[in-house]
């Protein structure tokens, strides 16, 4: 059964989604055990696929025997095996956080098993997009994910449902301009397999339906991933989404779309060398200089939490493309961490903005004075996640932020280091704005204006707990140890390296 | 009865320290690079004498010009 | 790794916080046994070290038989602390108790600059949280001490900072020769470890801190600062001179003092600086010397602390004029008392001539034999102040007439226990002093019992004694207080400060009605940054309104395919 672990990896997920509506109506006391134990047993896998690929290098997992080009592959890498692992964990703590969510009552049963259904699903997904060898079970996995996605945050009511269909019409284009690119590359060159495109492709760039594929392919892959001006779907989405959801899918979604765009750009198009790609990764370079001041700015404006801790996603996402068009060695290392440094982070946050929303009832930022008081916790946890946001050591953002800076400068990119202090700066302004409120009961206004909506004994129940508390301490963890990790990352990269030197 | 009392100890402190100066005579054979260890009753001398000097210095010398009341830092505003 | 002596007391102080009260209580005895088993399953001369940042490796664990036997004793204490003060209701002074000594063991262990500084920050920190926990009343001596121990501590890191510039990781002996960086060490150890004249937190902090912490913080800091200075400064001239200057100093305060716990802590003073001289005399004799005395002060001055902590539970009262006599109603206290203030002293027989003569004997060795002189001039200083002055005024001397009975409370019995457990442990050492000796770093043959040397001390101690007796009303404790170099930072440069903190907010008053509306207009600007930046201001919302910005959905769909379009004709231009 190891030796199928890769395949395990989406087949899990995939097999409890689809047991979970008759589970559910026979014993739904079981239900709430079933998906967490499913995502942790999938995570487990994903570190052990780590451990045997980092020991004995790269597994091409061929499916039903058939071998590559004509089969299709699940191909891990520590790169990839990396990125399992931390959906792995992001899906698992954020699943048993969504137990105290949902409700109890037989009645609603529907919505209850529905939930967990799309859950799954969308994890599924993400996995199988993390994994694939092929460009079209990419795209397979790709549409599994999102269909998921938009009817897993249409749950939160009117408003997400109506957000969440402006985000299938917006992401269904997305999906739509890949698959384009896919069908225009296989007309090109007959294959499918990301390994033989890597060597087929990049001769191939200078042919004008290649140039399209690839310009295509990368706004198709910005609209998921959310590059300005792309990413007007997601401030609502993420806003009015359940808050398990939004915290899965913020945390997870988005990144893994711009690693499949990394994935593209730097291994399988042939990476900066090309004037073809280095023109791309200019454009994108510039969008994401953009968004980052652009969600910074936004981000101080808003008075709803969710609403503000997604454009400041808008931001943090577009350090990947940034990281991307700056290009040396340090700032790749940046970008991997950043992906699994945000990943814990954003979801760490929609926890607890998903906490304050069930103990008090509300979102308002100006009424959250002195909220230390009734959830010590809660707000411990959110410091932990703001210094990581911002940028401050031990935690794993400084060491993200530190290897971009050093990318950025020692690649002569002057212009993107300025936006990254910048951002920090802007980054730093609503957050310890925020934190003052929690901390201190002062703001503008100093009166304090919480009401309890839900008793529970501890500040929240123990399954919204201990995940936060969980997810801080990764955070911290992953920041120490991050030496470790960029020795992982740092072995799959540096084939890349054009121009050699180390960091 | 307090005299009494005083007496006894002082004589018994006495006492011993003649005693020990006995069996200093009896045991030891002085040896060393320094006075202090060659002289015979040295020990005792040193104690009697740097004794007086710490007295003398710790209490009536210091007094003059270090002695405060206990309420001092408190009356300059800090604790 | 797993097995570092630190980690059983930081799991346990973290566990603690999460914990019903009794079960604190019971988890915190048990953490410094596991410490010590933990201690024991290292092999000797371990040396683990952790990659940091690239070239620079942390040595965690470097164990030698200074560490181990350092460690050893400050689980011991540490566990007799939580026996100690089994009797008070368990605020948060346990889990900052644990921390403070997680950090010390760290700092004894750590090899390299980086770990210690790390662990010395963290002790620091952890010590002021003990203070302020452990007595309400202690707020501003804990605040006194966390200025003076940052103080030193930046001062220490400075030092490191540069020699990591100098390529130098891991701690080893510093010369003169190398410039600010030994200056900078010097001074940053040397004030946790009490040199003059940044010493008076010692008095003024554990004077004041509750029963317990005193007994558990005369064993951290100092002693931890002085394990580091043997390690860095063997043999440094500076250090002798400190040290004579430290242990007379210490002394002649001593005898001056009316608050016997007072009393105590400067008499640490001396006691470190009979250990720094001994540092340096700098031959192994004397390196053997300086460790046996601080593993001897940390238990007969931590057994001295639990008597005047039960003293001070049993009275409620701190000040030797106004107690006497207290032999008749706690004659248990009394004895354990003297047992520890005749070690301390050097009377043989006791563990006190163990430790101390060797020093002494090293001087003479190295033929410094006017430090051995004034090391025998100091000593006696300690038998002056805490046999005979403590031990007489508070313990022998008849009460005044007409002083009601004093004692408040009696005193529980785990306090007996804590302080029985300790006196074993220094009358073993006094008997049998060959069971330290094996432990030491140096292997040199060494006795003191040796019938020259006990004839020479008895002598010494008993006309001391016979001096004293008649010198009597001389030395009769007299109400009011010493000043010490703190006066420096408690009167001028506290005036100084706030005179400066005064002057900056008129200066500031002048300003701040603008900046308050400067900050006003930014915020609105801020509030809705479309409308600032669209010029139109009219029919837009103050603050932002996202159902009013939402763009129709055409226009989503037009920006991806604008891009593309950028894109395509960049891609052409550029080719």
């Given amino acids: 059964m190891i030796t199928n672990a890769p395949v395990l990896i989406v087949l899990i997920p995939l097999a409890t989604a689809l047991l979970t509506p008759l589970i559910s109506y026979l014993v739904p006391k079981l239900m709430r055990y079933l998906a967490p134990l499913a995502l942790g047993t999938v995570t487990l896998l994903s570190g052990y696929n780590l451990y045997h690929v980092v020991n004995h290098g790269a597994w091409h997992y061929h499916f039903g025997g058939w071998t590559p080009p004509f089969g299709i592959e699940f191909v891990i890498d520590p790169l990839s095996a990396t990125i399992a692992v931390v959906v792995g964990l992001v899906a698992t703590l954020v699943i048993i956080f969504a137990k105290s969510y949902l409700p109890e009552e037989r009645e609603n049963l529907l919505k209850f098993s529905l939930f967990y259904v799309l859950f799954l699903l969308v994890a599924t997904g993400i996995f199988g997009i993390t994994l694939a060898g092929d460009i079209f079970t990419l795209y397979v996995f790709i549409e599994i994910a999102s269909i998921a996605a938009y009817g897993l945050l249409a749950m939160g009511g009117y408003k997400a449902a109506v957000s969440s269909f402006r985000y299938v019409l917006i992401g269904t284009v997305g999906a739509s301009f890949y698959l384009l690119a896919v069908a225009f590359i296989y007309a090109n060159t007959g294959s499918l397999n990301m390994a033989d495109l890597s060597t087929l492709l990049p001769p191939l760039l200078t042919d004008r339906t290649m140039i399209f594929a690839v310009a295509i392919l990368v706004a198709g892959l910005g609209i998921k991933s959310a590059l300005w001006p792309m990413h007007t779907w997601m401030p609502d989405v993420y806003t009015y989404g359940p808050p398990p959801a939004v915290a899965f899918i913020a945390g997870t979604m988005t990144k893994v779309f711009s690693y499949v765009l990394f994935r593209f750009l730097y291994f399988i198009l042939g990476g900066p060398g090309n004037p073809v790609i280095d023109t791309v990764l200019f454009i994108i370079g510039i969008l994401a200089a953009i968004a980052i001041l652009y969600g910074s700015i936004m981000a101080i404006a808003q008075k709803d939490f969710r609403r503000m801790l997604a454009y400041s996603s808008v931001a943090q996402i577009s350090y990947l493309p940034l990281a991307m068009a700056i290009g040396s060695p340090a700032a790749l290392v940046g970008l991997i961490l950043q992906l699994i440094s945000h990943a814990m982070t954003k979801s760490l946050l929609y926890m607890t903005a998903g906490g304050i929303d069930w103990k008090t009832g509300n979102v308002n930022v100006t009424r959250f004075n002195g909220l230390y008081k009734i959830m010590p916790i809660t707000c411990g946890v959110f410091l932990v996640a703001a210094c990581s946001m911002i940028g401050l050591p031990p935690t794993s953002g400084f060491f993200a932020k530190w290897y971009l ?99 | 009865m307090n005299k009494k009392k005083d007496r006894l100890v002082i004589v018994s402190l006495v006492a011993i320290l003649a005693i020990l100066l006995l069996l200093e005579l009896v045991f030891i054979t002085p040896e060393g690079h320094v006075i202090w260890h060659t002289l015979p009753f040295s020990h005792a001398v040193m104690g009697i004498l740097f004794s007086v000097i710490f007295i003398l210095v710790a209490k009536p010398l210091l007094n003059k010009i270090l002695m405060r009341s206990e309420h001092y830092y408190k009356d300059k505003g800090g604790k | 790794m797993l097995f570092h002596p630190a980690f059983p007391l930081l799991v346990v102080a973290f566990i603690a916080l999460a914990v019903p009260a009794t079960c604190r209580k019971v988890i915190s005895l048990l953490a410094p046994i596991i410490s010590a088993i ?33 460690t050893l004793v400050i689980c011991l204490i540490t566990f007799l602390f939580f026996l100690y003060t089994w009797h008070q209701t368990y605020n948060m002074q346990g889990v900052a108790a644990l921390v403070y000594a997680a950090s010390a063991i760290g700092s004894l262990l750590s090899g390299d600059w980086i770990t210690l500084i790390f662990c010395w920050e963290l002790m620091a920190v952890a010590a002021v949280a003990l203070i302020w926990l452990s007595n309400r009343y202690a707020f501003k001596a804990g605040f006194r001490y966390l200025l003076i121990h940052f103080f030193g501590g930046n001062l220490l890191l400075g030092g490191i900072v540069l020699l990591i510039g100098q390529n130098q990781y891991v701690i080893g002996q510093l010369l003169p020769s190398q410039g600010a960086a030994y200056w900078l060490v010097l001074a940053g150890l040397g004030l946790s470890a009490g040199f003059l004249p940044f010493h008076s937190w010692i008095p003024d902090a554990y004077s004041r801190v509750g029963l317990g912490a005193s007994v558990l913080m005369n064993c951290l800091t100092t002693k931890v600062a002085v394990m580091t200075l043997i390690r860095v400064f063997p043999g440094d001239q500076n250090l002798l001179i400190m040290g004579i200057v430290m242990a007379f100093w210490g002394v002649l305060y001593a005898l001056r003092e009316n608050d016997f716990r007072r009393l105590l802590c400067y008499h640490i003073i001396s006691q470190m600086g009979i250990i720094i001289a001994g540092i340096g005399i700098g031959t192994p004799l004397a390196l053997n010397g300086a460790v046996a005395l601080t593993i001897g002060n940390m238990i007969y001055k931590g057994l ?81 102040s805490i046999p005979l002055k403590m031990g007489y005024f508070l313990f022998l001397a008849p009460p005044k007439e007409g002083q009601e009975n004093p004692i408040k409370r009696k005193i529980p019995i785990h306090m007996y226990w804590a302080m029985g457990i300790l006196t074993v442990v220094c009358v073993v050492i006094g008997l049998f002093p060959q069971i330290l000796y094996q432990m030491l770093p140096y292997t040199i043959p060494y006795t003191s019992y040796h019938i020259g040397h006990i004839l020479q001390e008895c002598q010494l101690l008993v006309a001391a004694a016979l001096t004293f007796y008649l010198m009597r009303p001389i030395v009769k404790p007299h109400a009011g207080i010493t000043l010490d170099f703190d006066w420096f930072y408690r009167v001028p440069l506290r005036n100084f400060f706030l005179g400066l903190s005064k002057g900056i907010d008129k200066i500031r008053g002048l300003f701040w009605d603008d900046i308050i509306r400067m900050v006003k207009k930014a915020s609105v600007w801020n509030r809705n940054p479309y409308r600032t930046f669209a010029g139109n201001t009219e029919n837009q919302p103050v603050s932002f309104d996202p159902d009013h910005y939402r763009a129709p959905m055409l226009n989503n769909v037009l920006y991806p395919i604008l891009v593309l379009m950028v894109i395509l004709i960049l891609i052409y231009v550029t080719i």
């Fill in chain 3, 304 to 384: 001295l602390f639990m008597t005047a902590g039960a003293v001070v539970y049993a009275t409620d009262k701190t000040k030797l004029t106004e107690l006497s006599g207290l032999a008749k109603q706690l004659p248990g206290v009394a004895f354990i008392f003297f047992i520890a203030a005749l070690a301390i002293a050097g009377m043989p027989g006791f563990a006190g001539f163990a430790t101390k003569p060797m020093i002494l004997s090293a001087a003479s060795a190295a033929h410094m034999d006017w430090a051995e002189l004034l090391l025998i001039f100091a000593g006696l200083g300690t038998f002056l």
């Fill in chain 1, 405 to 503: 800076l050093t990318g950025s400068l020692s690649g002569h990119q002057l212009l993107f280091a300025i936006v990254l202090v910048i951002s920090s700066l802007l980054n730093a302004i609503y957050f310890l704005r925020l934190l003052e409120r929690f901390f201190f009961r002062t703001g503008i206004d100093d009166k304090i204006d919480i009401q309890i909506v839900r008793f529970s004994v501890r500040e929240l129940p123990l399954s919204m707990l201990v995940p936060m508390i969980t997810m801080a301490i990764l955070i911290v963890i992953v920041g120490l140890g991050s030496g470790y990790l960029v020795d992982f990352a740092l072995q799959y990269i540096s084939p890349l390296i054009l121009g050699g030197g180390g960091l």
């Fill in chain 3, 38 to 70: 933990f201690l024991f399953l290292l092999d000797p001369e371990t040396v683990y070290h952790m990659s940091f940042l690239k070239d620079y490796h942390l040595l965690l664990i470097r164990l030698d038989d200074i560490s181990f036997l350092m």
